[in-house]
């Protein structure tokens, strides 16, 4: 499956480390224009300013989670096609099936390896 | 004073010693719980402890990943190349001597809950204790209230969910 790597990424973590790989994993995929934020709050900010072609989000931050931020992206009309994975630890079944209501894209439960990510983001901007 | 008013008097006698050993008793169970103790020596430890585990295994990943990025992003070939991760290797080595460290003072961690585990068993067995309405503080009730609202139970919760169970739930929700 071939990848657009040229589309802007939105990391979304309040742990800094986890941005830091994440995002070298994006780079090794080939992704250059990836930014990130530190919650949901910020990253609304973000996605308001520029056009991203994923947005790739932890679920437990503060003060806007990513359950929240996913809620906001998809009840908004010039957001709510912008494809969505959740990276998270939390991995109830509710909480899949919640996310998968909310109209997440995918989900990866941490901890994930980058065979996993590549998979995911293939599945949902694979074209 | 009639004879049922001494009768009275005594039983009034004999339920206020009753009372007052029971508080001696309670007061030995208290005190045995070693309150001051468990703040200075358990608790107010344990709150460094942690802090440190934090900072040490947060500078091991930052080594761990500027060692990656170093030599992913190196243009550096041949000797010289192996020499690079040669010398990231070291640093590596090194950065992973935080866990003799961490792992020490985790054991202390735990060893301090166990022992305020211990200590309040043995005091709820001392005085027959029973769970009551619990009274919680407003920072507790905030986190639980938001745990709650927005699904937060952390990694490897009961019913959590491998990749693979994941990735089929995903499927079958269509």
Known sequence: MALDTSIPILVVDDYQTMVRIIKNLLKQ????????????????????????????SDWNMEPMSGYDLLRH??????????????????????????????GVNNYIVKPFNAQTLKAKIEAVVGT | MTASGVEQRQ???SDLGSAAAYIAELRMAINGLGLLDL?????????????????QTRKAAAVMLETAESL?????????????????????????????LTGQRLCRIVHSLH???????????????????????????????RAMEQMLAGPGAPGAMTQDGIDELMRLAG
């Open chain 1, 29 to 56: 995929l080939g992704f250059e224009d990836v930014d990130d934020a530190a919650d949901g709050a910020a990253a609304l900010g973000k996605l308001k300013e520029k056009k991203y072609g994923l947005v790739i």
């Open chain 1, 73 to 102: 992206v998809r009840s908004d009309d010039g957001l709510r096609s912008t494809p969505f994975i959740m990276v998270t630890a939390e991995s109830k079944t509710e909480n899949v099936i919640a996310a998968k209501k909310a």
């Open chain 2, 11 to 13: 039983t009034d006698r």
């Open chain 2, 39 to 55: 703040a200075e020596r358990n608790l107010g430890t344990a709150h460094a402890d942690i802090e440190d585990v934090l900072c």
């Open chain 2, 72 to 100: 992913l992003g190196s243009c550096a070939t041949g000797q010289a190349y192996k020499s690079l991760v040669e010398q990231r290797m070291i640093g590596l080595i090194e950065a992973s001597g935080f866990q003799d």
């Open chain 2, 115 to 145: 022992a305020i585990e211990e200590r309040l068993r043995l005091f709820a067995a001392h005085v027959q204790a029973q769970d009551g309405e619990l009274r919680l503080g407003t920072h507790e009730l905030a986190r639980k209230a």
